[in-house]
């Protein structure tokens, strides 16, 4: 493994926010199909706690899968924003 110099690349916030987004959307559509057939109930439930209007209905299941996309990708952006910033020292390029 190469020594680590400290010069590393900008992480791009929005992809990496459309990729948490994507992530997290499929994630719990997944959750959310599996749990008309009496799997990841309990998963379901545990993220209808966060997601308002996510049910195993199919209406239930968007509102679900749009919830956790905005979500993923709000929270991509922050972490990758954070990790531009914490990974420069704080200094500005």
Known sequence: ???LDGDYEDLDPMAFGFACGTTMALSIGLIGMLSRVGIA?????LFADMYPGF?????????????AGADGFAMG????????VFQRGGQRR
């Open 1 to 3: 493994m190469d020594e």
């Open 77 to 84: 952006i922050t972490f990758g924003w954070l990790y531009n």
């Open 55 to 67: 049910e195993s209905d199919d209406g239930g299941t968007l509102a679900g899968v749009v919830w």
């Open 41 to 45: 109930e309990e998963w379901r439930g």
